[in-house]
């Protein structure tokens, strides 16, 4: 790491100032390089614990790379008495969840969020962002707490013999239930997921610039028909971001899902059928696992949800990014 | 000159109420959550719960005292890892490294961080904390949520005092103050507020955390002094108790939770209070 001043520090020209001729010394004691010395190991030190977390997930996950390499993840056997891991049925959960929580929010979310942005007087607005901020501040393992002793005795009484009654006949509604499931698991994940679409989707459509809205309003357009011709479409970029940005927090979501989705390690047509997701079975299984190549296998799987929830959440923020950006936001 | 017509004025109306009811479906969910946890755990909640240790299987009555001293402590910890590494990280990113490489990969990694779901957490701290030590403990707890904490303290404390007016910075310097005395006498102080209403809601983010507290801190039934022994925790202790099979320990996962909430939700309720109208918006 270099010494020299940063480009802040050297654009201003030290004056007659004693201290700055003193040398490095005299100026570490006067204070400006030692806060900037101090601020930069710190700054550094949090590049060092991510680049360490990715090391150690690497490195931790050896055995069970070089054991099974990509065959891990299209194996759908999982055994460890027999020393056979496939991922196949957790990698099918993780999407499968995801996929319907998204299904469930992303309407619901877009919907509120317009409201909120577009349609609703500012202080109605004000009062009911408040509150959606709180919900995303609802721990997840309150959801799982919700989620099994309210929602799924809730499905299984109602939800499920309605669905069983006029669309039994698809494979996905089929199947006895058992209250826990992949449906189970994606309603709390809606739930979960639904306030960071409103609140992102809401912040990138406030970026905006009022002369749009003022433009297609001026040439005699409706309410609504401002926010979905040329809101919406201005914003489009963003709003996708902030439904990625949810798909992240869906992927790597552990506790509620854990305690809802009924951990068997299956592929299962039916959505009421109990399912497994990565994070699940990481939680469930890591204090359990004993012999060397079923922790690696485990930490292996571990990589791959960080590898991935880090690629969607970047490709979330650039998205995010470039809206809000186009007006000077950022 | 006429209006709209009637479909265009009824399709503007109907779509203001169904996205409303969007709205409206979604703030619901927030009160039935309160209401639900209200109900059922003030009901479950007893002064022994905040005095006493769990009691055994099979036996009624005890509490999650140690629970809740085990959270407290393990923030407190946290706070000692997040908050000095978040609060330079920020400072560093907001008076000295606005542009270049450096800036740009510290700004980088912060968001990376951000966005690693927390039991992958977990798994780094219990290969980085708990396989030397030789068992889980309470210290590897405090680690794994004092690294959850950093990048919302980075952020917080960077957007904060770059909302500091650059002429504060230099009416400082004018006077002859050095960068670091500026930072560290007007700056800084200047963004205090906001700086402390952000960590608040970091604390309360990583109260909530489960997942990096499972194969890190593990839980404990009874007392844990210090911090070299497995610790209970209030989230842990709710996920234990709400998957048992125990009509009396459901009760006690309910008072967990409430008492989890409504912590969580005061303090994030205080924190946005204080903020105010500030623009500051907190980061996701």
Redesign the interface.
């Known amino acids: 790491m270099s010494t020299a001043l940063p480009e802040t520090l050297r654009s201003v020209p030290p004056p007659a100032r004693p201290a700055a001729r003193a040398g490095f010394w005299k100026r570490l004691v006067s204070g400006d390089q030692a806060a900037y010395l101090v601020t930069i190991v710190f700054a550094a030190s949090i590049i060092l614990i991510t680049a360490l977390l990715f090391w150690e997930l690497f490195r931790s996950s050896a055995l069970a790379r070089h054991e099974f390499g990509w065959k891990f993840f299209t194996g759908r056997d999982w055994d460890p008495v027999a020393g056979s891991f496939g991922a196949l049925p957790f990698v099918y959960g993780t999407l499968v969840t995801s996929a319907l929580a998204l299904v469930m929010s992303v309407p619901v979310g877009l919907g509120a969020a317009l409201f909120l942005s577009e349609l609703a007087p500012r202080r109605m607005s004000d009062a009911l962002t408040f509150l959606i901020e709180l919900l995303a501040a609802v721990p997840s393992v309150i959801y799982g707490l919700l989620g099994i002793f309210v929602l799924v005795p809730l499905l299984k009484q109602y939800v499920h013999p309605l669905l069983a009654k006029t669309l039994g006949s698809l494979p996905i509604f089929s199947g006895t239930f058992y209250g826990v499931s992949y449906f189970s698991a994606g309603v709390v994940l809606a739930v979960m997921i639904v306030p960071f679409i409103v609140s992102i989707s809401r912040e990138v459509l406030l970026a905006v610039p009022a002369e749009q809205r003022e433009a297609a309003l001026a040439l005699g357009a409706t309410r609504w028909e401002c926010t979905w011709r040329v809101v919406v479409p201005f914003a489009g970029r963003g709003i996708v971001g902030s439904i990625f940005l949810a798909l992240a927090r869906a992927l790597g979501e552990t506790m509620a899902v854990t305690m809802v989705i009924g951990n068997v390690p299956q592929i299962a047509a039916s959505l009421f059928a109990p399912g497994y997701t990565i994070a699940a079975v990481i939680a469930n299984e890591f204090t359990e696992a004993t012999d060397d190549l079923y922790v690696h296998a485990l930490i292996y799987l571990a990589l791959v949800l960080f590898l991935v929830t880090i690629i969607v959440n970047a490709a979330a923020r650039l998205l995010v990014l470039t809206t809000s950006r186009r007006e000077g936001h950022a | 000159m006429r209006g709209?017509s009637i479909t265009?004025?009824l399709?503007?109306g109907g779509?203001?109420l169904?996205?409303?009811?969007?709205?409206l479906?979604?703030?619901a969910?927030?009160f039935f959550?309160l209401g639900?946890?209200l109900w059922n755990g003030a009901r479950s909640l007893n002064w022994a719960f905040f005095t006493q240790l769990p009691a055994p299987v099979g036996e009624t009555g005890g509490g999650m005292a140690n629970a809740v001293v085990g959270s407290v402590k393990m923030l407190a910890l946290a706070s000692l890892i997040g908050v000095?590494?978040g609060?330079?990280?920020g400072?560093?990113?907001a008076?000295?490294?606005?542009?270049?490489w450096?800036?740009w990969?510290?700004r980088y990694?912060?968001?990376?961080?951000?966005?690693?779901?927390?039991?992958?957490?977990g798994?780094?701290v219990?290969?980085?904390v708990v396989l030397p030590m030789g068992h889980f403990s309470g210290f590897a707890g405090g680690v794994a949520l004092g690294?959850m904490m950093?990048p919302i303290a980075?952020r917080s404390t960077e957007e904060f005092l770059r909302a500091v007016p650059e002429s504060l910075r230099e009416g400082a310097?004018a006077l002859?103050a050095?960068?670091?005395?500026t930072?560290?006498t007007v700056v800084v102080p200047a963004a205090m507020h906001g700086i402390i209403t952000g960590i608040m809601?970091d604390l309360?983010?990583v109260?909530?955390?489960?997942?990096p507290l499972?194969?890190t801190a593990?839980s404990n039934q009874f007392w844990s002094p210090g911090y070299s022994q497995p610790m209970a925790s209030l989230?842990v202790m709710?996920?234990t108790y709400?998957?048992a099979p125990y009509e009396d320990w459901?009760r006690q996962?309910?008072a967990a939770?409430f008492v989890?909430?409504a912590a969580?939700?005061a303090t994030?309720?205080l924190a946005?209070l204080i903020i105010g109208r500030s623009r500051y918006?907190?980061v996701?």
């Open positions: 709209p265009r004025r399709v503007n779509m203001a169904v996205t409303g009811l969007c709205a479906l979604v703030v969910v927030l959550i639900y946890l000095p590494i609060f330079f990280g400072v560093y990113l008076e000295f490294g606005r542009t270049g450096f800036a990969l510290v990694t912060t968001d990376l961080l951000n966005g690693v779901p927390s039991i992958v957490i798994i780094f219990y290969a980085m690294i950093i980075v310097m002859g050095s960068k670091g005395k930072i560290a809601l309360a983010r109260a909530g955390e489960t997942a499972l194969f593990l989230p709710i996920f709400a998957i459901h996962a309910w939770g989890l909430l969580v939700l994030n309720i946005r918006k907190p996701h």
